[in-house]
C-alpha cells in the first residue's frame, strides 16, 4: 500500500500568482500521476510526474502552465501558473507502486481558490 | 480508451444490498474493470477490480457479464459510510501500468 501526503491541504490564491502542491509517498512508488478534479465535477488527468524526466501531459494540460517536477521515487510537486479564477480546483496526487495489476493511490487532494 | 456508462445516481436503504451497473460495451481483451469510490472531501479509494471471473473481496464483489460488456459491482449490506460516487473503469494492460481515466461515476445515497 501506499499512503500520500499533500500540502497545502487548501489555499486562497490571488490572480496572477503562482502555486506549488508538495506531494509525498511513504513508500517508493513507480508511477505518480496529477488529477484535477472542479467542483462538482469528476477527475481529470493532467499529467505522469517521471522520475528524472519531464512530465507527460494529458490533451489539453501544458508545461509551462502546469510545471511538474519528480526529483526521486517518493516527492512531485506541480506548480499553478499564473492562476485565473478558471484554476479554482482540487488538485489530486496518485501513486501506483508498482507495475501492472496494481491498486493505485490518491492523496486527500488540494483545495484551491483563486479570487 | 475504452468508455464506460453510469447511472448518474442511485438510492438504497441501509443496510440492504446495492447493484452499481456499469456497461462497456467497447471494453477490449486487454482491458482490466476497475471499481474506485470517493467518500465526500476525500481522493478516490480503490474497490475491486476483475477481468473475467467474478471477485469478491471485503469491500465487494464484481459480477462481470460473460460476454465482459457490462459489469456490477455488490455492496452486499450498505452502510451510511457507504454513500460515495463510485467510478467503474477500464484499465488496460499492454506491457507498462496505464493512467486511471475517470468517467462521470454513480453518486450513491444510503439512507436510514
Known amino acids: 500500500s501506499a499512503v500520500i501526503s499533500q500540502k497545502p491541504s487548501r489555499d486562497i490564491c490571488q490572480r496572477g500568482t503562482s502555486l506549488t502542491i508538495q506531494c509525498q509517498v511513504d513508500?517508493?512508488?513507480?508511477?505518480m500521476f496529477w488529477y484535477r478534479q472542479q467542483p462538482g465535477q469528476s477527475l481529470t488527468l493532467i499529467a505522469t510526474a517521471n522520475q528524472g524526466s519531464e512530465a507527460t501531459y494529458e490533451s489539453g494540460f501544458v508545461i509551462d502552465k502546469f510545471p511538474i517536477s519528480r526529483p526521486n521515487l517518493t516527492f512531485s510537486t506541480l506548480t499553478v501558473s499564473n492562476m485565473s479564477p478558471e484554476d479554482s480546483s482540487i488538485y489530486l496526487c496518485?501513486?501506483?507502486?508498482?507495475?501492472?495489476?496494481?491498486?493505485?493511490?490518491f492523496g486527500p487532494g488540494t483545495r484551491l481558490t483563486v479570487l | 480508451d475504452a468508455k464506460t456508462t453510469q447511472p448518474n445516481s442511485m438510492e438504497s436503504n441501509e443496510e440492504e444490498p446495492v447493484h452499481l451497473p456499469c456497461n462497456h460495451s467497447?471494453?477490449?481483451?486487454?482491458?482490466?474493470i476497475h471499481w474506485y469510490r470517493q467518500l465526500p472531501s476525500q481522493g478516490p479509494e480503490y474497490v475491486i477490480h476483475g477481468l473475467t471471473s467474478n471477485v469478491n473481496n471485503r469491500m465487494a464483489s464484481l459480477a462481470i457479464a460473460e460476454d465482459r460488456k457490462s459489469s456490477t459491482l455488490i455492496l452486499h449490506r450498505a452502510t451510511l459510510r457507504d454513500a460515495a460516487v463510485y467510478y467503474c473503469i477500464l484499465r488496460a494492460y499492454t506491457g507498462t501500468a496505464s493512467k486511471l481515466t475517470f468517467g462521470t461515476g454513480t453518486r450513491l445515497q444510503v439512507t436510514l
Open positions: 513508500s517508493q512508488v513507480t508511477m
Open positions: 467497447t471494453i477490449s481483451g486487454t482491458d482490466y
Open positions: 496518485s501513486a501506483l507502486p508498482g507495475g501492472r495489476g496494481d491498486t493505485q493511490y
